[in-house]
């Protein structure tokens, strides 16, 4: 009965938001079923609706809901679902070849993804990328390589950081439920310093990024020592942690820091990269130059692929058979990532997240205006938040975030939760998004927040 099951995703999908059933609505109701017989616990979805078509600013799901798409896949289908040049080149290479393993034969769209992120990552000088299938990967493998060219073995991290699962990046990750309850022992040699969160530092935001700079030095060099650091790992806007955009100055404070004692800076850009916050890379937006880089999510269009790059004599440290795996750079996902860059190149989406801030911003500035509970709205680009709290004292209210969320749900707009309090809702729409679904997706947030 329903047309819904055979259509097409991609921009040619209709832009529409449309409610039929209840959320979920009967057949996702049933999948959820088979899901809870098939799959562990563990696994949850944030809206469990099941997809059967994604694009431009909809995901469309098995009742025939179509919701005004908020979240991109966490930040991964930022070119749009199924963007054209994606899914034609990917398509194409499927046919052609599906994997050789680089470590057996090479092939040319390895290269060339490589080349391009080392046009365009603002690390200073001559650099090199290796590619990988995850955020967590390049992550993990950007720690080694650091480790390897510095010949230490410390990592320090900071509070509501996210880094990934894998052990490694577990215990880089700040928020212990659900990232790391009954999951120990963790990886020794990782500290964590305070983050500049100018909305909770206790004195207060003008200070804040000055007095996070101290505590990193006194971590730095009274607590573990400097000659026993291999990198500072940092999220230039951090993600799962609820958006926060540390304290003007913070970051680049960080650099000179790391710069001063020969640790390296690492900037974990896998869910601010590649185009979402109006630049390729959030770092640029404060000048900082970072050693290694990580992408992951926005890079593939959502294939799977992540990536470090970095400086080449840093990248160079690891001998010939240190780096690398089965998966790592399939052709698949290479082609993607081609199709991604051309995708950002020419719809000019730099421009567009901008644009997209220049909506949405004022919006939520009024929501915060109307409602005392919105204690913040920051981000950059498409990349936005507002954090939910109760009385004069910001206690975080997580209770009300999820209740708004819920509301979006039931209403057609899917949003995100973040935060390590829980209290943020995160706004991360497709750059292919119209400008009608935009403005209709804050009228449904407007709504749900009362
Ligand atoms: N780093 C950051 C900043 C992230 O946001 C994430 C994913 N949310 C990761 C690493 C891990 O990426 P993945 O889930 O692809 O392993």
């Known amino acids: 009965m329903d047309v819904v099951e055979t259509q097409q995703g991609g921009p040619g999908l209709a832009q529409v938001r449309r409610v039929r059933t209840e959320v979920p609505g009967p057949r996702s109701a ?14 949850g979805s944030a809206l469990p609706v099941f997809i059967t078509a994604a694009g431009g600013g909809v995901v469309v799901d098995a009742d025939g809901n179509s919701f005004i798409d908020f979240g991109s896949g966490i930040a991964v289908t930022t070119v749009g679902n199924a963007a054209p040049r994606v899914a034609e080149r990917a398509a194409a290479q499927l046919h052609r070849f599906t994997h050789t393993c680089f470590l057996v034969n090479p092939y040319e769209s390895y290269v060339e993804v490589c080349e391009r992120l080392n046009r365009l990552a603002p690390v200073p000088g001559e650099k090199r990328t290796l590619l990988v299938n995850t955020g967590a990967e390049a992550v993990e493998n950007a720690v080694k390589i650091a480790r390897a060219a510095t010949g230490r073995p410390g990592v320090v991290v900071f509070d509501h950081g996210y880094h990934g699962r894998t052990l490694l990046t577990m215990s880089m990750t700040a928020k212990n439920v659900p990232y790391k309850q009954g999951f120990g022992p963790f990886a020794t040699d990782v500290h964590r310093a305070p983050m500049a969160y100018p909305y909770r530092w206790p004195g207060g935001p003008e200070r804040c990024a000055e007095e996070a700079a101290a505590a990193l030095v006194e971590l730095i060099d009274r ?41 390296l800076l690492i900037a974990d850009e896998v869910q601010t990269g590649i185009a979402r916050t109006g630049a390729m890379f959030a770092c640029e937006h404060e000048g ?13 269009g959502g294939l799977p692929i992540g990536a470090v790059t970095g400086r080449a004599e840093l990248m ?14 399939n052709p698949v996902a290479c082609e993607a990532a ?15 997240a901008a ?14 205006e109307r409602h005392t509970f919105v204690g913040e709205v920051r981000g950059r680009g498409a990349m936005l938040a507002i954090e939910i709290v109760r009385g004069p004292d910001r ?18 707009l899917l949003t995100l939760t973040a935060g390590s309090y829980g209290n943020v809702l995160r706004f991360l729409p497709p750059l ?6 935009l403005t209709e997706g804050l009228a449904v947030l407007a709504a749900a927040c009362g």
């Not at 049933?30 to 696994?43: D, I, K, M, N, S």
């Not at 160079?316 to 750079?329: I, Q």
């Not at 292919?432 to 679904?437: E, N």
């Open 316 to 329: 160079d440290a690891v001998p010939a058979g240190g780096l690398g795996g089965t998966y790592s750079g």
């Open 338 to 352: 081609l199709g991604v860059f051309d995708e950002i190149e020419r719809g000019d989406l730099l421009r567009r």
């Open 395 to 412: 206690t975080p209210d997580p209770a009300r975030t999820a209740e708004i969320s819920k509301r979006c749900h039931a209403g057609g």
């Open 355 to 368: 644009e997209i801030e220049r909506i949405m911003r004022p919006a939520l500035a009024e929501l915060a």
């Open 223 to 263: 607590q573990v020592g400097a000659g026993n650091i291999a990198a500072v790992v940092v999220e230039p806007i951090q993600g799962e942690g609820g958006f926060v955009v540390s304290a003007p100055g913070f970051l680049p404070a960080v650099a000179e820091i790391c710069a001063e004692r020969g640790i």
């Open 30 to 43: 049933e999948l959820l079923a088979r899901q809870r017989a098939a799959l562990p616990a563990g696994v």
């Open 288 to 300: 900082v130059q970072p050693d290694l880089i990580t992408t992951a999510k926005g890079l593939g």
């Open 432 to 437: 292919s998004i119209p400008d009608s679904l």
